[in-house]
C-alpha cells in the first residue's frame, strides 16, 4: 500500500537572513560617517556688555524717511533724503558699534532700500539689518 505523503509548508528565511545582515554591515560602516549637527551656544556669563539699541530707519510708502533712535530715548524725527547721508556720518561718529535696521513699508521699492543701504556702507556702518513683521 502507498503511503499518503503529507505535504510540508515551509519559508525559507536564509536569503532574508543574507539581507538583514548585508545592511546591518552598511549601518555599521556608514554611521562612524555621520556628524550630527551642533550648536555651541554661548554661556550667560561670557556676555558682559547689553546689546547696543538700534537705530531705525523708517522709509515710508510715502517716501518720508524717518529716524528713530532707541538708545536716546526712541523719539521719531523726519529726515530729508538728501540729509540721510550727512545724518548716517554723524550718527557713526557718535557711536561707531551701534547696529541700524532699516524698517521700510512692503509698498516701498527695493531700489529706496538698496540706496539707503549704500548710504549707510558710505558712512562706514557695519552693523546693518532689515526690520520685519513676523509672518501669522
Known amino acids: 500500500m502507498a503511503r499518503a505523503r503529507k505535504q ?28 550630527p549637527a551642533q550648536v555651541e551656544l554661548p554661556s550667560v556669563g561670557q556676555t558682559s556688555q547689553t546689546p547696543a539699541q538700534p537705530l531705525e530707519v523708517i522709509i515710508r510708502e510715502s517716501g518720508e524717511y524717518v529716524l528713530r533712535d532707541r538708545a536716546a530715548g526712541g523719539e521719531e524725527r523726519r529726515v530729508a533724503k538728501s540729509a540721510l547721508q550727512a545724518e548716517f556720518d554723524a550718527l557713526h561718529r557718535a557711536a561707531p558699534e551701534q547696529p541700524v535696521v532699516i524698517a521700510a513699508d512692503k509698498n516701498v521699492r527695493y531700489e529706496e532700500v538698496m540706496d539707503t543701504m549704500t548710504l549707510l556702507q558710505k558712512a562706514q556702518v557695519t552693523r546693518i539689518g532689515l526690520l520685519a513683521r513676523p509672518a501669522p
Open 8 to 35: 510540508l509548508a515551509q519559508i525559507n528565511v536564509v536569503p532574508m537572513i543574507d539581507v538583514m545582515l548585508v545592511l546591518l554591515v552598511i549601518f555599521m560602516v556608514t554611521a562612524p560617517f555621520i556628524n
